[in-house]
């Protein structure tokens, strides 16, 4: 039950991707400008938006029991 060089590899390329473009688009979704916009549209863009994709990459890394 261990890890094939494909799931390292995977594991490395999409670790890497997650630490380059993670930033980049909690920048960008911090830097937006919401002019005009409703303030509970304004939460939920600046605030859940990246809870949710933390949340994501978190679940995404976890091992899960039974998987392999």
Not at 46 to 67: E, F, S, T
């Amino acid at each position: 039950m261990g890890l094939s060089i494909s799931d390292v590899v995977l594991m490395a390329v999409s670790f890497l991707l997650v630490a380059v473009l993670g930033p980049i688009a909690i920048g960008t979704i911090a830097n937006t400008t919401t002019t005009g916009w409703n303030a509970a549209v304004i939460t939920i863009f600046q605030v859940l938006l990246p809870i949710i994709w933390i949340i994501g990459v978190a679940i995404a890394y976890v091992p899960r029991k039974g998987k392999g």
